[in-house]
């Protein structure tokens, strides 16, 4: 199972965020999470974690922790 920690780290790396990301962020604080942003989550887990989602599940996530909870199930 993929720490909070790493999780964190990895999706900060993808969005090249500077602001702090925690798992009660909303992604529509996050500068860098759009549409495209979502398809790169999408790869990301596929590459990193092994994990193939559905995109309808990454579009409906409002917070970091519903990300999180796609790549931890």
Known sequence: ?????QFLTDLKELLNA???IEMDTDLLEIDGWDSYSAVAFLA???EKYN?????????????VEDLYNIVKT
């Open 1 to 5: 199972m993929i720490s909070k920690e």
């Open 18 to 20: 500077t602001e702090d």
């Open 44 to 46: 990301m887990i596929h």
């Open 51 to 63: 994990i193939d989602a559905q995109p309808f599940v990454v579009a409906e996530a409002i917070f």
